[in-house]
């Protein structure tokens, strides 16, 4: 079984159990679009899903958040790609939560940034927000909090779900503006880093690669996660690899 039948197969049997449930429903409690559910359905998508359309699927279906309870109720091929691609998250048994809702929020990129400074361990303030973004910024905190997606406490705001995993392909939507947060002319001051390195290479190679690269995830994880640097300084750090051209690879070697 390929992992687009398995899709196929689970999403299937969903609508048997919910028959009043629509293709177009799935799609937005799933966040998954309509037009690619559609192909699932009927199985002619070309190539298989791409990991966040499977995992949107399957966490809305199965209504479990937690990516490592994830891996571990579905074997075969969902299984194995969930276990590869979110391999730094699993593997270390990393609290982050996939939530349809909250990334469908959070497709809004002025949203995504108040959030993300909201999910910091010391969160943010209203006067952080409109020095970032304005009104248009204070008038997309507001829907936040409306939503219950961040709290307020004596001057403080706070993400409600601070371990939150987001959407593959509204994560990259986001990345040009989070790379406008990186300051060349402060590398002499030594907060910052920047090294951008190409070679042409083996499969073997680039999973060598992706080896390394996902250590030092679990790393500056650790170090993120623990007391002993608890500070007051909102740091960020991209971890990113992929081919110099637009060629689809197989699921686990590129992603």
Known sequence: MTLSEQLKDIVEGY???YPNMSINGLAQ??????TTLRRIVNGTNKGEPAPHVVLGLVSSISKEKSLPKLVGMFDGPIGEM???????????NMPHEMDSDLNAVLTDQVSYFIYKLAANRKGTSRAQVLDMY???GMERLEKLISL???KEDKGELHATKKDFSLDVEIAASHLPEMTKFYKPQLVSEGNNLFYTLSETLTEEGIQKIKEIQKEAVKRV???MRSPFYEGDIPYFTLQLCDTLSHETAPTGVMQ
């Open 221 to 223: 994880y650790d170090i």
């Open 15 to 17: 609508f048997d159990r």
């Open 134 to 136: 304005g009104k248009m």
């Open 29 to 34: 409690k799933s966040g998954v679009g309509a």
């Open 148 to 150: 219950n997606y961040i």
């Open 82 to 92: 969930l276990g590869k691609t979110f391999a730094p998250y699993i593997e270390e």
